[in-house]
């Protein structure tokens, strides 16, 4: 843990989504290593109370709403009044579905994307160009094991993350002749509000727990675990502690197919994240 704490002592790592589940833990387990924070969701109550646990630490709160683009221009230009760049983005913030698609209205899907998969195309744009001038940065996006396979019930969490997967590829191949590096973090299981303010068909959030509730990992414990692969600047990062979960994923990188659909009609865990 040594090597990685040195890596993070005093780079900005900028987290959406931090106000619970995986960006609270990011958050903590970045803390940790030493990092200079800036944490953004939309309740500015809950980031306050996820700074005061972070003692000791230099944290800058930015409440926000990532799927106005104006909010990212004030923030980014926040930041750098008081930081003067951004080392590390971390795109976090993101809703989920608790519905079939026949239920789910257009709005909802639509609503869905915006907040997982165009407001983080719009984040990266915004701190890019400072990253390349630096010719330095690290570029995170929070995916999902729903960004490798189809589940019911999740179809637009699943286009977003599958979109996010591919955009994050392309970027990848885009950036590493400007030395930024580009990650993804595959997730399933991990304790956070999830599946509660997933969205239902109608739009209103689920508020409900899923049977993967019951063994998910602690959002600090997997925040960890990120922190130090992150450190070594791995492109895909897979936090998946539920041995069915990643059975599943076996299956698709293994296939065959028909094996791995059924797998996957099976699962039915819309607590994925």
């Given at each position: 843990?040594?090597?990685?704490?040195?890596?993070?002592?005093?780079?900005?790592?900028?987290?959406?989504?931090?106000s619970s589940g995986v960006g609270e833990g990011l958050a903590e387990a970045f803390a940790e290593a030493g990092a200079i924070l800036v944490l953004s969701a939309r309740r500015a109550v809950e980031l306050e109370r996820v700074r005061k646990k972070l003692t000791g630490a230099r944290v800058l709160v930015l409440p926000m709403d990532v799927t106005h683009a104006d909010d990212i221009r004030?923030?980014?230009?926040?930041?750098?009044?008081?930081?003067?760049?951004?080392?590390?983005?971390?795109?976090?913030?993101?809703?989920?579905?608790?519905?079939?698609?026949?239920?789910?209205?257009?709005?909802?899907?639509?609503?869905?994307?915006?907040?997982?998969l165009f407001a983080v195309i719009a984040h990266i744009k915004a701190v890019l160009p400072g990253m390349r001038e630096r010719a330095a940065g690290h570029i995170v996006v929070t995916s999902s094991v729903a960004g490798k396979i189809g589940i019911p019930g999740l179809s637009g969490y699943?286009?977003?993350?599958?979109?996010?997967?591919?955009?994050?590829?392309?970027?990848?191949?885009?950036?590493?002749?400007?030395?930024?590096d580009v990650s993804t973090l595959i997730l399933a299981?991990?304790?956070?509000?999830?599946?509660?303010?997933?969205?239902?068909?109608?739009?209103?959030?689920?508020g409900g727990e899923t049977p993967m509730d019951e063994v998910a990992l602690p959002a600090?414990?997997?925040g960890r675990i990120l922190v130090r692969e992150l450190a070594r600047r791995r492109p895909e990062i897979h936090v998946v502690p539920d041995r069915r979960?990643?059975?599943?994923?076996?299956?698709?990188?293994?296939?065959?197919?028909?094996v791995f659909r059924r797998m996957a009609a099976l699962a039915r865990l819309p607590g994925w994240k």
């Open positions: 843990m040594v090597k990685s704490m040195q890596s993070y002592r005093n780079k900005v790592v900028w987290i959406t989504g931090a004030r923030g980014l230009r926040t930041v750098e009044q008081h930081y003067e760049r951004v080392d590390m983005l971390v795109c976090n913030a993101g809703i989920g579905q608790h519905a079939g698609v026949a239920e789910t209205t257009i709005d909802t899907y639509r609503r869905i994307l915006e907040l997982d699943c286009a977003a993350k599958h979109a996010v997967q591919g955009f994050c590829d392309s970027l990848r191949a885009e950036e590493a002749e400007h030395g930024i299981g991990i304790s956070s509000r999830f599946s509660q303010s997933s969205l239902t068909g109608d739009g209103r959030a689920f600090i414990e997997a979960a990643k059975m599943v994923v076996l299956m698709q990188r293994l296939r065959p197919q028909s």
